[in-house]
């Protein structure tokens, strides 16, 4: 008898989300510079495997001034998204280049989140990808 492929784990679609609501990435440094044709950058990559859209709450941590706090971002139910993190702004405020921060993500569903650094000062480029720390 011939095995249903619906219905084996890697084959099943589940309305429930997987990973976790609460994650921190303690290292960000966004580099001030590029050479050669790609741009220097970080992303969040957040994974939704659930079947509700995401609201992600980004805060922005840094050594020697306020955190940056309320930004908002949106990952559809079923997808991904590769959030860079010059383009978050808490009002009128950006993430300077050059200046070490931390990051935390908070959402409303469980969601996947992988932290990526290109680095392209020199032209021996760098790429660091790992997961964020889940605490919740």
Not at 89 to 94: P, Y
């Amino acid at each position: 008898m011939a095995q249903d492929q619906t219905n084996t784990s890697a084959h099943k679609i589940s309305s429930t989300a997987t990973g976790h609501t609460y994650w921190v990435i303690p290292d960000g440094y966004i580099p001030p510079d590029s050479s050669g044709s790609l741009e220097s950058h970080e992303s969040i990559c957040v994974l939704n495997t659930g079947a509700v859209d995401a609201e992600l709450q980004i805060t922005i941590y840094f050594e020697d001034r306020e955190p940056l706090e309320d930004i908002l971002a949106e990952v559809p139910a079923r997808r991904t998204k590769h959030i860079r993190t010059a383009s978050l702004r808490s009002g009128e405020q950006l993430i300077p280049p050059g200046v070490p921060y931390a990051i935390t993500v908070s959402s409303n569903v469980p969601v996947i989140v992988q932290y990526s650094r290109l680095d392209t000062t020199q032209p021996e480029l760098a790429l660091m990808s790992v997961m964020a720390f889940p605490l919740g």
